[in-house]
């Protein structure tokens, strides 16, 4: 499959802060989907993305691909304690496999 | 719908024993899947498959094996267990080119 890469591989910030994690590929993606998973929880679906230069809002947070297809973005507006865990990134190949990034872990100071 | 169903949660195992994880869903998906998270690691694939007797290696297939003779179940079998197994192990289920439903995971250790 192909290597989605996922920056940064951490990150801390004070509640109230934005937070973005972005996934880059070096080929053209097919679709890219969001996961989030929480400390000791399983990887829960946030969103898919199919179209080139598609912007999907979910509350705070905002999902991007870019127009190439080769790159995609999660940003959330005003990070809140129940943000906390580790966001991924996964490629949704044609042979429905999904190649996940290695994912951005987020954590909150309140 | 109790969604994707993963037993047991834990388990110890010695080096060269073997054991099955169960994974059984309830949604009809055709699409299941068997991954393992190591620290920092991200998820890797292990196998897959497409629909009741068919399936297929991921991307670290090497001491496992698989098979799924229904569409409800799709156990993983680990022969001779080693260290490098020791993993959180996740299963998941989809109708295809869409969002996965995993379940809860099981935390292998293997000393």
């Known amino acids: 499959g192909q290597q989605v890469m996922q920056i940064p591989q951490y990150q801390h910030v004070q509640e109230g802060e934005d937070f973005t994690t972005y996934c880059n590929s070096s080929t053209t993606l097919s679709n890219i989907q969001w996961y989030k998973q929480r400390p000791g929880g399983h990887p829960v679906f946030l969103i898919q993305?199919?179209?080139?230069?598609e912007v999907k809002k979910q509350k705070r947070l905002t999902f991007q691909f870019g127009e190439a297809k080769k790159n995609s973005s999660l940003h959330i507006t005003a990070t809140q304690t129940t943000d906390v865990g580790t966001y991924f990134c996964?490629?949704?190949?044609?042979?429905?496999?999904?190649?996940f990034g290695k994912g951005t872990l987020l954590t909150v100071n309140p | 719908n109790a969604g994707v169903t993963q037993t047991p949660k834990f388990r110890i195992l010695k080096i060269g024993q073997s054991m099955t994880l169960q994974c059984t869903q309830d949604?009809?998906?055709?699409?299941m899947y068997w991954y393992r998270q190591d620290p920092g690691m991200g998820l890797k694939l292990i196998y897959y498959?497409?629909?009741?007797?068919?399936?297929d290696k991921g991307e670290v297939p090497n001491g496992y094996n698989v098979s799924r003779s229904t569409t409800e179940d799709f156990p993983l079998r680990l022969e001779l267990a080693a260290p490098s197994q020791t993993s959180v192990y996740f299963c998941?289920?989809?109708?295809?080119?869409?969002?996965?439903?995993f379940g809860s995971g099981t935390q292998l250790s293997v000393l």
């Open positions: 993305l199919v179209k080139s230069g």
């Open positions: 998941a289920s989809s109708w295809g080119n869409e969002k996965l439903f």
């Open positions: 498959s497409v629909g009741a007797g068919i399936t």
């Open positions: 996964a490629e949704g190949g044609s042979n429905y496999k999904l190649t």
């Open positions: 949604m009809n998906h055709n699409y």
